[in-house]
């Protein structure tokens, strides 16, 4: 009996023929997809690098706007805005509310980008339009309400509030309403007084909260009532006082029915 080949020996010895690994081949399709995936990824990490890693996107400068009493340094200072950080990691909203509490001056700020270094505040201040004297300075309050600023001098063409409440019907206006509502009414008066006469009040009295009265300029007088229909009684002013330029009291707590006289 013959023996085995050589060919089965070395089979024996080696052992069973192992199976080879299939490979895994992607489609075309799907291997472009890959690419096109990984170079998206490779893109976005250089973004992010370029905006927050690099030195070529960093704050440098602030440049501020819009300012009238208060000066670009004040508001610089104020923001303190970070800067050599990188530009688009600074928060406008953080900005925004430091320099409201820190300046009330301030009524709103628009704060903005300006690629690749810079920062832009434009700034719009609150305007008085009436003064509480206290002492020997005065209070500023804006068309709001909003008491804002004290000063040593007064501005001018901003009129004095004065509280001359009258023994009855001041003395009921206080007690119902309180010095702080009256006040809001003065400011609410004084707010919507025409720009011609507003640059002539010089005062703006307070008797009670329907008895409002202004004194202008060259001795006139004007009795504007409670501070309701405020435009309607400052166009009948208007329009009086072009009517009879030459009278020196106005009456329009009834805008409807102005009337003027010689004193």
Known sequence: MAGPTTAERQQKKSG?????RARLRLPPRARRLVVLLLLVALVAAGGVWVLYGSPWLRLERVEVSGTDVLTPRQVVEAADAPVDDPL?????????????STLPRIDSVVVSRSWPHGI???VTERKPVLLIEKGRKFIEVDAKGVRFATVEHAPKGVPLLELALDRKSGAASLRRFGTARLLREAVRVAGDLPESVARDTRNVKVRSYDSISLELSG??????GSGEKGRAKAASLTALMKATPKAGHFDVSV????????S
């Not at 688009?88 to 409201?100: I, K, M, Q, Y």
């Not at 805008?255 to 010689?262: H, I």
């Open 16 to 20: 069973p023929p192992r199976p080879q």
């Open 88 to 100: 688009v990691s600074v928060d406008p909203g953080a900005l925004e509310e430091r320099l409201r």
């Open 120 to 122: 832009g505040l434009e």
């Open 219 to 224: 001795a006139r007088t004007v009795e504007w």
């Open 255 to 262: 805008p409807t029915a102005p009337v003027s006289a010689a």
